[in-house]
């Protein structure tokens, strides 16, 4: 009983791994038996905090099609190892470097030491608004143009009903939308080391969060209001 949608339980497993990095997988898709290998590799070679896979696999409900699904950022095939907040909120802004939790590598002491943990009062869309905190708090990410999971379609799937039934679900994404930028304000705005560090002195400006319009599949948009630093934190 999650109470929660899949957040809960994940949330219950990241406190009872043992392992040095974790990843998830949705119960009707799959990894590439090197997937993990080829992942931990890159992350411990790049001391990263994650890695993020930027291209995917994707199955028809049939199963009689399977397609290579490209995030923008990945078009130019080159692995990226970045330490450049400025960098991810221009990609996000342009959806470049997708939010989704099964696309990502890390290692479990970053999400125990920031408490990164999935927001349990999102029904839906709380892997975005997730995924914006491990972008905020994360030193070093390697983005991996390398497809490494198998995202079956389904038409019982989540998304599939979010994409079919807009305005039935239109009640749980501005409840997303209210709770999802109010948990990122009141835990991890700033916070984080990477803001209130290298991220405001280097640039002289402080990043906010704001949510500026409706996207097709989540109510829950990116964007930076800058403003001109007046005092320097300690």
Known sequence: NSGGGGYVPRNIGLKL???EYVAFVDSDDMLLL????????LA???????????KNYELSADGMELNVFNLKVSQTEETIVEEDLAWRIDNLLDSALGDTA???????????????????NINISGDVVWTYALLLFAKKIVHLPRPLYLWRLSESSMSHKELAEPLKNLTTKVSTFINGSKWLNDNFIGKADFLVGKGIREVGFTVKVIWVTFDPRNIICFSIKEEQVTQQRD
């Open 17 to 19: 791994a043992v392992g």
């Open 34 to 41: 090197n997937g993990l290998e080829e992942m931990y590799k």
């Open 44 to 54: 411990k070679e790049n001391d990263a905090d994650f890695v993020n896979c930027t």
């Open 102 to 120: 099964w696309r990502k590598f890390i290692r479990r002491s970053f999400i125990l030491d920031n408490r990164l943990f999935f927001p349990e």
